[in-house]
């Protein structure tokens, strides 16, 4: 719950400081390619004015507001939940834009042609919404694909139907 507080939060910001959304996404893609910068960020003995310093140094183009919350989470040692802000803060975004993401993982790249149609369904399903699909290889399933949005799992990959066919024949 603290994380969706300090989503709903950034998020009155970002109606009107619009370039928060993708600065936060810039500093998501920093951290995970380096998680050590959270822990340290995160880690109780290092001084709350020298994790400013650091957090400044990342983000000296950032919006100002963007800066001063980065400053909160350090203020009340919340830094190591930036990512579970993150993920809050996005679908708070995608709520409000009426945006669904959809996950299709398949074990090859899905062309455009694809993607298209899975989006064209999508969207005749979910009447005014706007897809936004993130494919993902995943090399287990072979060929086919999984589809995940809204909560729901769609399994057309050639391993959920061999174990089907595995468990039928048994």
């Known amino acids: 719950m603290i994380a969706r507080e300090y989503a ?7 109606i009107t400081n619009p370039t928060i959304e993708e600065e936060y996404k810039v500093l998501i893609d920093i951290l995970k390619q380096d998680n050590s910068l959270i822990k340290l960020l995160s880690f109780p003995t290092i001084s709350k004015n020298e ?8 983000a000296i183009n950032f919006n100002i507001k963007f800066f001063n919350f980065l400053n909160v989470l350090i203020d009340n040692n919340r830094f ?9 803060f996005i679908l708070l975004c995608n709520e409000k834009k009426n945006v669904m993401e959809v996950i ?3 074990a090859v ?17 979910y009447k005014g919404k706007k897809i936004k699909i993130k494919n993902i290889i995943d090399p287990e ?16 990959s050639v391993i959920n139907k061999l174990d089907q066919l595995k468990s039928f024949v048994l």
Request: aromatic share 6%; charged share 30%; hydrophobic share 40%.
């Open 141 to 156: 399933l072979i060929g086919g694909i999984k589809v995940i949005y809204d909560g729901q799992v769609i399994d057309l």
């Open 104 to 106: 299709a993982s398949s």
């Open 80 to 88: 190591e939940n930036i990512i579970e802000i993150y993920d809050e």
């Open 8 to 14: 709903n939060a950034l998020y009155d910001f970002s």
């Open 109 to 125: 790249l899905l062309s455009d042609v694809q993607l298209s149609r899975l989006i064209s369904r999508l969207e005749s399903k």
């Open 51 to 58: 994790k400013k310093e650091i957090i400044k140094k990342i």
